[in-house]
């Protein structure tokens, strides 16, 4: 069992920056591909960006490749996904999951666990 906790959510101005974390329970948590997901309201959920656990490998939306950023600390159980030039449309609840693969990562099914999710608003 995996349990996860986002923070680091907030308000911020178009084109600031924020960097949300995630931490993970658990003893193997190196072991895990971990990912992000946003939602907006009214829209549907969707990928964000992952990192694959088996060669650290990372991969992202388009909407979001050159301004996200995805890097993990191992011996802390963190993940973190670095917000730089945010941007109105940004403005989602972020949400971290973990999976016990490493690929299809860019599908919400290929996730085990998930996190209750931190709000991100972007002002314009």
């Known amino acids: 069992q995996v349990q996860l906790v986002e923070s680091g959510g907030g308000l911020v101005q178009a084109g600031g920056s924020l960097r949300l974390s995630c931490a993970a329970s658990g003893r193997t948590f190196s072991r895990y591909s971990m990912g992000w997901f946003r939602q907006a309201p009214g829209k549907e959920r969707e990928f964000v960006g992952a990192g694959r656990w088996s060669d650290g490998g990372t991969y992202y939306a388009d909407s979001v490749k050159g301004r996200f950023t995805i890097s993990r600390n191992n011996a802390k159980n963190t993940v973190y996904l670095q917000m730089n030039s945010l941007k109105p449309e940004d403005t989602a609840v972020y949400y971290c999951?973990?999976?016990?693969?490493?690929?299809?990562?860019?599908?919400?099914?290929?996730?085990?666990?998930w996190g209750q999710g931190t709000q991100v608003t972007v002002s314009s």
């Open positions: 999951a973990a999976s016990g693969g490493a690929v299809r990562l860019e599908t919400a099914r290929a996730y085990d666990y």
